[in-house]
């Protein structure tokens, strides 16, 4: 018997996996207008016991996919890009003639860039669609944002067809670059498109012929395009996206980083007493959202402050792997909690796992603390 899957089913399949993916806008708007996941009730030991087979099951596989999905947290880095991103967007809403300033999003990895985008572009979608409706002038679904994800030695030709991708447009197989970027601004302007986001700018070398078209396209784009473009990426002003350029060739990239406000997003820190508040403070967002029949005020807060914090040296990324791993755990062994002993069986990233020995050594021997003095009364 033939494993091939029928045409229709496998054109389900693929309806299926596209709304489910940020690359087209299907899975985009799907992403934006859903509704927030609902949260498991949080029963105790005794309750959890007297759960039948069936129930104790789908009662995990709630709490499974209600772990791995615990963000996006409100922390104070991302309230404060979120901020900068609406007073740049906003200040974008000029007549069609007007060029429109870019935003560059740089860090390192494993600070929250694209999900604090992400959180932003959710927010940004549904205020549009509330204030223009869902439908273009024209009877198109509106669709104020477009995502493209570079990869490795992307071309313009490449980054046209993502956005061809991204609108499922029949021409997105056969064309030129020219032919492309002429489809890819009439699916913009037909979409009502006002944020374009670039995610993984830095797999584009600026100072070969690619990178060199990609930023000519840039510049294109925000001549042509009623858009804001917001880049996303790690190192780029180190990779050449803001320099002033010294001769001819350079002035595409000079051009780009003169139009391009930079944006940044940085790891906790204990060095301060904000720091530490503002640590505190994501403990405590985590803690209230946990779902674990052994919970109790301070486990993670109070009790797991400095190991946390070792462990994923401030790095939210770092962080949220080492609960979600540790939450996964906790419910399939019956621990039901989380502390030191049964996160020390969870794996996290390399990086994070050089750096945490050195951390722990500090907080040990009482040289640093993530704890929060506390207010007087």
Known sequence: MSNRRKPEAADELRRRLDRLTLSRQEGFKRMAEAPPRPRPELLTRRQLKALSDAARIEYERLRRKWHANLGPLQTAQMAALHEDLWDIVNSNDQDGDKVKGAIALDAFPGLG???????????????????????????????????????????????????????????????????????????????????????????????????????????????????????????????????????????????????????????????????????????????????LAGKAPGMIADELSDYLFARSTGHIGSLMTVINRGCQKAVRTGAERLDEELLNTVKNDAASERARRELEAAFASGRRTSRPRKRAA
């Open 113 to 291: 860039k694209t999900t604090a985008v992400l959180s932003f572009a959710k927010k940004f979608h549904r205020q549009r669609i509330s204030e223009e409706g869902a439908f273009t002038e024209e009877g198109w679904d509106r669709m104020p944002i477009c995502r493209v994800g570079l990869t490795a030695n992307t071309g313009m030709r490449d980054f046209n067809r993502g956005i061809l991708e991204f609108y499922a447009h029949p021409g997105r197989f056969r064309g030129t670059a020219a032919d492309f970027g002429y489809r890819a601004l009439d699916c913009v302007l037909s979409s009502g498109a006002e944020l374009v986001i670039i995610d993984d700018l830095h797999f584009l070398k600026f100072r070969d012929r690619n990178g060199a078209e990609i930023s000519n396209h840039f510049k294109y784009i925000a001549n042509e395009f009623p858009v804001t473009l917001l880049l996303i990426g790690v190192g780029l002003a180190r990779r050449g996206l803001f320099d002033e350029g010294e001769d001819f060739e350079d002035a595409a990239i000079a051009q780009t980083g003169r139009r391009t406000t930079r944006l940044g997003m940085e790891p906790f820190t204990v060095d301060t007493e904000k720091g530490r508040r503002d640590w505190r403070d994501l403990l405590l967002a985590i803690e209230q959202r946990v779902v």
